[in-house]
């Protein structure tokens, strides 16, 4: 192969039958040069035409058979394709789109090139250019006018930085819609408002670009050079055109690619609302989220219409049930959904009220006058409308006496158990139970409480079912008068942040219960864990601060405490 500067053609080899032909030629001309130089002066000066015809003649036909045996017959050109390969490369590294276009051998784009002044497409074509490199490998492979340089590249990919833009999008979604409004991350159909998402992806996509390295990979690739007119023409393959896309496909805008598979598995991310542990009261609910129906099956559809508060969660809940009266009462919004209704009930009259929150925050415990020890006492619609309670009940109404243990923002009032069960409030919303002699010493208390992550805790008692096993209670338990028939009422709990409140009352031809009556009754609903509160006149469910269950002597009696769970959307975003 020859590879110099100078115009030099190849040594041609040719078979058996294009060799006797270039025989026969070279003895054709050595007879006429014979006759020319034998003949006498005066014949050899007519003949001298005839004779360079001769030559011409041969010459040509020497060339047709050396074409027709070797191909064409060229002279190479004394340009280097290494050299035009090298420019070629340079070019692209630099992102020079005018001078590597004018080397290739058929117009085409071979680069990703931002429209207009689209800052993301931008700072993809940077993160292009600043990762792209190349190595030229072993020297060009050349034949005639035709030449073949391996490259090895190294370049962006832009699959491999996707998941990190995602969860880079994710963190910074997440902190706008707890920093923000609702209304102003969120459409009326819940979908992220799109300057939301510009913003976002535009903040993510910086942080992750800003360092390409990380994402490039290595590939080889081939240049075909063809000499035509003078300079070498470059044809690159899909390798290339690949490479210099960040591996995307012809005829797709990488950026626009880019972005597409970012957002495409883009889940909803709900705003959390969480209130201080100390606060008093929950924001006001929306009046209008308020609701009745008769029909049971509206209820199942409005659960079902909650899924970030009810997926996964059975309900206590059901359309098969022996209603009494035709209202069922609602409250639904994004982080709290009550419904209220009565039944009779292993032929007992019940009230019952299913509560789901988003987040334990929102089940609270209220003193009166927010201090333990208040000699004040209020009617429990009077503390439910102090606290903006969605939906209230009575709690131990721990003033009436004395023993017990209570627990409120997680400090020690009273330790006097005696042996009774006392129903804790941890910091997630669970029930959990402490049983007489458990407990012997106020430091053993203290302990229990840092140890269990406990806010608040009620002594009554006594515990009606713990962890889906249904509790044996002694016929001398001290509080409640468990084996005569009186009023009742219970809070139980299944599953995270999901609870049933409970009445049981006298009417419609059913019996008040004995406290196994009770447990029979909540053991039907299938609870996880359940506690018996305070009952006779005290015992009550309140919505919308309105006593809905039918209490003793037709008429409230002032207490002590309340048990309440209230909206966490804050009222000038509860929409």
Request: negative net charge.
């Amino acid at each position: 192969m020859s590879t110099g500067k100078d115009l030099t053609g190849h040594i041609l080899f040719m078979d058996r039958a294009h060799s006797l032909a270039v025989v026969f030629l070279i003895a054709a001309i050595l007879l006429a040069l014979v006759i020319l130089f034998y003949s006498p002066l005066k014949d050899r000066v007519r003949r001298i035409p005839a004779v360079i015809g001769i030559l011409f003649a041969s010459l040509a036909a020497f060339v047709c058979i050396l074409s027709s045996s070797m191909g064409t017959l060229v002279f190479l050109p004394s340009e280097s394709p290494d050299q035009a390969a090298e420019e070629f490369m340079r070019a692209l590294s630099q992102r020079n789109e005018e001078a590597a276009s004018s080397m290739l051998a058929a117009k085409e784009e071979l680069f990703f090139v931002p429209q207009g002044n689209d800052e993301e497409e931008n700072l993809c074509n940077e993160a292009l250019k600043y990762s792209f490199s190349y190595e030229l490998l072993d020297e060009c492979e050349r034949t005639g006018t035709s030449a073949t340089q391996k490259v090895r590249l190294t370049y962006l990919d832009f699959n491999k930085p996707v998941s990190d833009i995602y969860d880079t999008l994710f963190e910074e979604l997440e902190q706008k819609v707890e920093n923000r409004k609702k209304s102003e991350v969120y459409d009326e159909n819940n979908n992220y408002r799109p300057e939301i998402l510009e913003e976002v992806y535009s903040d993510s996509i910086k942080k992750v670009l800003s360092k390409p390295d990380a994402y490039c990979i290595t590939a080889d690739c081939s240049l075909l050079l063809t000499y035509r007119d003078g300079e070498w023409k470059v044809t690159a393959d899909d390798a290339l055109k690949l490479a210099l896309s960040g591996n995307t496909p012809a005829g797709m805008n990488a950026s626009n690619r880019l972005k597409s598979e970012v957002l495409k598995d883009l889940t909803y991310i709900p705003k959390t609302y969480k209130l201080p542990e100390d606060a008093t009261a929950g924001p006001k609910p929306n009046p209008d989220k308020y609701g009745s129906t008769d029909n049971p099956e509206d209820i199942l559809n409005l659960m079902a219409s909650c899924p970030l508060l009810t997926d996964g969660k059975e309900p206590f809940f059901s359309a098969d049930s022996e209603f009494i009266g035709k209202d069922i009462l609602y409250y639904a919004d994004d982080t709290i959904l009550t419904v209220t209704w009565k039944e009779k009930c292993q032929g007992h009259f019940c009230t019952f009220s299913e509560v789901y929150i988003a987040d334990p925050s929102q089940f609270r415990r209220k003193l009166s006058a927010d201090t333990f020890g208040s000699s004040v006492q209020k009617f429990a619609t009077e503390l439910s409308k102090e606290t903006n309670a969605v939906v209230a009940m009575n709690g131990d109404f721990y003033r009436f006496r004395n023993e017990g243990m209570t627990v409120y923002q997680r400090k020690l009032y009273r330790f006097n158990p005696f042996k009774l069960d006392i129903c804790h409030v941890d910091a997630f919303g669970n029930l959990k139970f402490s049983h007489g002699g458990d407990l012997k010493k106020p430091e053993e208390a203290e302990q229990y409480i840092k140890d269990n992550n406990i806010l608040f805790s009620m002594c009554f008692g006594p515990v009606l079912v713990e962890n889906y096993e249904p509790q044996t209670c002694p016929a001398n338990y001290l509080l409640g008068q468990v084996t005569s028939r009186y009023s009742r009422s219970c809070l139980s709990q299944r599953g995270d942040c999901h609870y049933l409140l409970m009445t049981l009352n006298h009417g419609h031809g059913c019996p008040t219960a004995t406290i196994d009556e009770l447990r029979n009754v909540i053991v039907s609903k299938n609870v996880e864990n359940s506690y018996t509160l305070d009952g006779g006149q005290t015992g009550e469910i309140i919505m919308q601060h309105k006593v809905l269950n039918q209490i003793d002597f037709d008429t409230e009696r002032t207490v002590s405490d309340i048990l309440y769970f209230v909206t966490a959307i804050p009222e000038d975003e509860n929409e």
